[in-house]
């Protein structure tokens, strides 16, 4: 009886197996099934295999996806230095960050057809090139009187934001066994994300800082024209180097990744891998069965929300900071390392606890929790003006409850969506967050340009309980899970 209800189960958890034609391999020949009878009787457990190969090949993607988040947020924790040196307003200064959400909006499609046709390696190919293509027009861009190659560098290099978004959960699919999924996806879409965040926090408030900008660049300065030419060269010369320094390092990147990175391994690392790559579709049916789950949708605008907030905070945080403590724009270096070093380590937690567990439902609901609650606590301890080491605390709450959402939001949309390709659900979540991105940091901006910096803040809070709201109304079967076991 109990194994009647366990197939019972299953055959309800895979009711896209009726809209999808699956080419599966009986006898050595090929046949075009449809439906649920497409299914092996058991798993396809030959030639199922991992390759030690899989944790160098990790590495390396890991570097790249570093290099490409330093490269998003590059000018977010110099934001006033950017604003006076280039003599722009917030809003383009925030824009050298939202290149990446635009430009993600405009490919996430090419790009999903692009992963499932040519595969991980030359996309990987491509996006390392237009990182380094974009650092060294970004380099060209280092006179103020050519802030426009700062966002046309800004723009190439977001071609590298399209791909590598949409690749964690492909990628550990593709080499990693189900026992390690979740941790290496949470690795590369969100440990790795906070990390070159970390490294844009930490590199830039100390390369670029200068000692004299709120004496030049503040809203009561009295500056002479001496005094900001002074200030000018000496930014110029630092901006000069650390552009420098990362365009030769994103070069470097790019040769090493066309000579080392793999397509893929020989045979898959799962039965639900090794099924989904005898599967054939249009992504026609992608779309429109993806869709076609009530919990998919609502999912994506719960994830959206996160990534949203976590796209804000990053970005505006030393504006957010400085409003309130102005003066302390190296504890906001610090202030994100801290943000970025906590989310590290707990999505680094949390995704080692998914792949023992597979509580996806229980994981999402308390991590957005907790999320909405430090978000609370962060607004009203600004509003208040509490001491700064208080703020630092509010700041390592969020980073180690906001992050690691994103890690499981991508396995747990592979369990609602399979047998459809990872990256379709990763990038349908990824568009609809960067859209909803750049709305709010537009607005956040406009409202912090008009002093309103605690209704910017508690916007933010009133997001995450909308998150959490959504979150706890999707309850999907976890498909894959159910296959590989």
Excluded at 187 to 192: D, E, F, K, N, R
Excluded at 293 to 315: D, E, G, K, Q
């Amino acid at each position: 009886r109990v194994v009647n209800v366990m197939v019972d189960a299953f055959h309800d958890s895979l009711p896209l197996m009726n809209d999808l034609s699956i080419k599966t391999s009986l006898n050595g020949s090929a046949k075009h099934r449809a439906g649920y009878d497409a299914l092996p009787t058991q798993p396809l457990v030959d030639d199922i295999r991992s390759y030690r190969r899989r944790w160098p090949v990790l590495v390396l993607l890991c570097v790249n996806v570093l290099l490409l988040n330093l490269n998003w947020v590059f000018f977010s924790p110099i934001s006033d230095v950017v604003m006076c040196y280039y003599r722009t307003s917030t809003f383009w200064a925030n824009a050298v960050s939202m290149c990446y959400m635009v430009a993600y909006i405009v490919l996430v499609g090419p790009v999903a057809w692009l992963l499932q046709r040519v595969g991980l390696r030359v996309c990987m190919v491509i996006a390392t090139a237009s990182i380094a293509i974009g650092a060294w027009i970004k380099f060209a861009g280092t006179d103020p009187q050519y802030f426009w190659l700062i966002i046309a560098g800004q723009l190439v290099a977001a071609i590298a934001n399209a791909i590598e978004w949409s690749a964690p959960s492909l990628f550990s699919s593709v080499w990693f066994p189900p026992h390690q999924r979740a941790t290496v996806t949470a690795i590369l879409g969100s440990a790795c994300v906070q990390g070159g965040a970390l490294l844009s926090y930490v590199l830039g408030t100390q390369i670029v800082h200068s000692d004299s900008t709120t004496d030049v660049c503040g809203p009561n300065t009295t500056a002479s024209s001496d005094q900001y030419a002074t200030w000018s060269n000496e930014i110029y010369n630092r901006l000069f180097y650390y552009q420098l320094g990362h365009s030769i390092f994103a070069t470097l990147m790019f040769v090493v990744t066309l000579c080392a990175f793999p397509a893929a391994p020989p045979t898959a690392p799962s039965a639900s891998k090794q099924l989904m790559n005898k599967m054939e579709s249009s992504v026609g049916e992608w779309l429109r069965l993806i869709f076609s789950h009530v919990h998919f949708p609502m999912f994506v605008v719960a994830f959206s929300i996160n990534i949203t907030v976590n796209s804000a905070f990053i970005v505006l945080l030393n504006e957010i900071v400085l409003f309130t403590f102005p003066g302390h724009q190296v504890d906001v270096g610090y202030m994100g390392a801290v943000v970025l070093v906590m989310g590290g380590v707990c999505v680094f937690i949390v995704g080692k606890c998914l792949d023992w567990t597979k509580k996806y439902y229980l994981s999402s609901v308390i991590i957005c929790g907790l999320g909405m609650v430090s978000v609370a606590l962060f607004s009203a301890v600004v509003q208040f003006q509490k001491h700064i080491s208080v703020v630092y605390v509010a700041v390592a709450l969020i980073g180690a409850t906001l992050t690691p959402f994103q890690g499981v939001a991508y396995e747990y949309a592979i369990e609602m969506t399979y047998p459809l390709p990872e990256g379709t659900s990763a990038g349908i979540m990824n568009m609809a967050s960067q859209v909803l991105s750049i709305a709010v940091i537009v607005g956040m901006g406009v409202l912090i340009s008009n002093r309103w910096i605690f209704a910017a803040n508690w916007m933010m809070t009133g997001l995450t309980f909308l998150c959490v709201v959504l979150t706890a109304f999707v309850r999907p079967d976890l498909k894959r899970h159910k296959l590989d076991t």
